[in-house]
C-alpha cells in the first residue's frame, strides 16, 4: 500500500525558510514522478512542484514558486523534500505530497498525502 | 499556461439523483484530465484519470467521458458519501493546473 506521509510543516517569518518532507513507502519510489501541491486556507488546490522519476533530472515550478523554492528527491532515503525560501504570506497552505502514475509526470496523480500545514505569518 | 474552467462552481442534489460536472479545458489537452474528490479538511481522493478510466476502488457510478478541450464527470445514482467538492486537473503540460472545483450539497 502507498503511503505518503508529510513532516515538517509549521509557523514561518515572512522572509524566512521552511523545508517540508515527504517519506514514501509501498512503491519502488526512485520510478515515479513526484509532485507538491498546495491548498490556502478555503482555496482550491494548487500544483506546485514535480520532479521526475528513473534518475531523470527533471523538475518544474510553479511561477508563483519559481525562485524561491527547490525541490528534491533522495531515492536513498525514500523522501521527497521542497525547501521554501523568502517565505510570503500567500504561500500559506497546506501542502500535499503527490506520486504520479509514471516517471515522466505525464501519468496524473495516483496517490496523496495527509498534508502538512505551512503558516506564514510575523 | 492551460486554464480549465469547471461549471457549476456549486449545486445542490439529491440522493439517488444524476450529477454531470463539466470541465474545459482553453486548449486541447488529449485525455490528460483527472478528476478528484475532496473532503472538508481531508487530502484529496483521486477518482478518474485518462479522462475515463477509473482509479481502483472507485464505485462504478463514478464516470468520466471527453476528450480534447471538454470533458465531464457523471455520477450516476449520488449517495450521501459523495457530497464533496470535486476538482478536474489537466496533466497534458508543465504547468499543470486545476479548475476552481465544484462544490456539491445535499437539497
Known amino acids: 500500500e502507498v503511503q505518503l506521509l508529510e513532516s515538517g510543516g509549521g509557523l514561518g517569518q515572512p522572509g524566512g525558510s521552511l523545508r517540508i518532507s515527504c517519506a514514501a513507502s509501498g512503491f519502488t519510489f526512485r520510478d515515479y514522478a513526484m509532485s507538491w501541491v498546495r491548498q490556502a486556507p478555503g482555496k482550491g488546490l494548487e500544483w506546485v512542484s514535480t520532479?521526475?522519476?528513473?534518475?531523470?533530472?527533471?523538475?518544474y515550478y510553479a511561477d508563483s514558486v519559481k525562485g524561491r523554492f527547490t525541490l528534491s528527491r533522495d531515492s536513498s532515503k525514500n523522501t521527497l523534500s521542497l525547501q521554501m525560501n523568502n517565505l510570503r504570506a500567500d504561500d500559506t497552505a497546506v501542502y500535499y505530497c503527490a506520486q504520479d502514475r509514471n516517471s515522466y509526470g505525464s501519468g496524473g496523480i495516483d496517490s496523496w498525502g495527509l498534508g502538512t500545514l505551512v503558516t506564514v505569518s510575523s | 499556461d492551460i486554464r480549465m474552467t469547471q461549471s457549476p462552481s456549486s449545486l445542490s442534489a439529491s440522493v439517488g439523483d444524476r450529477v454531470t460536472i463539466t470541465c474545459r479545458a482553453s486548449?486541447?489537452?488529449?485525455?490528460?484530465l483527472a478528476w478528484f474528490q475532496q473532503k472538508p479538511g481531508k487530502a484529496p481522493k483521486s477518482l478518474i484519470y485518462a479522462a475515463s478510466r477509473l482509479q481502483n476502488g472507485v464505485p462504478s457510478r463514478f464516470s468520466g467521458s471527453g476528450s480534447g478541450t471538454d470533458f465531464t464527470l457523471t455520477i450516476s445514482s449520488l449517495q450521501p458519501e459523495d457530497f464533496a467538492t470535486y476538482y478536474c486537473q489537466q496533466y497534458y503540460i508543465f504547468p499543470l493546473t486545476f479548475g476552481g472545483g465544484t462544490n456539491m450539497e445535499i437539497k
Open positions: 520532479v521526475t522519476g528513473s534518475g531523470g533530472a527533471n523538475i
Open positions: 486548449q486541447g489537452i488529449g485525455n490528460y
